[in-house]
Nanobody, 123 residues
Framework: QGQLVESGGGLVQAGGSLRLSCAAS????????MGWFRQAPGKERKFVAA????????YYADSVKGRFTISRDNAKNTWYLQMNSLKPEDTAVYYC????????????????WGQGTQVPVST
């Protein structure tokens, strides 16, 4: 049984940066596309970013393009979300997710979810 565990969340000031990590345990993640979602208070969970296993394809929500970068260390079975120029509207619980391909993640067809990590962005 596989597991995804996020870390790196925490309070950050607007304009600051933060890097989230997602450690995957279990062989089923070795060739999965991985991504990130977020859920702001009182709102639906939304797609943030996705990356293919090979790294040849990456996708971002318009709201984070140019500020967030998704990356992956296949040797460590860990992927990351580097978040720069954070804004108060980025405040949310961030979830890592895995599925067969990035487009599944974009449409919300997620096979595996992490437990989430909070990222409050202060003004």
């Amino acid at each position: 049984q596989g597991q995804l565990v996020e870390s790196g969340g925490g309070l950050v000031q607007a304009g600051g940066s933060l890097r989230l990590s997602c450690a995957a345990s279990g062989r089923m993640f070795s060739r999965k596309a991985m991504g990130w979602f977020r859920q702001a208070p009182g709102k639906e969970r939304k797609f943030v970013a996705a990356r293919s296993w090979s790294g040849g394809s990456t996708y971002y929500a318009d709201s984070v393009k140019g500020r967030f970068t998704i990356s992956r260390d296949n040797a460590k079975n860990t992927w990351y979300l580097q978040m720069n120029s954070l804004k108060p509207e980025d405040t949310a619980v961030y979830y890592c997710a895995g599925s067969d391909n990035p487009k599944d993640l974009i449409t919300g067809a997620v096979e595996y979810w992490g437990q989430g990590t909070q990222v409050p962005v202060s003004t």
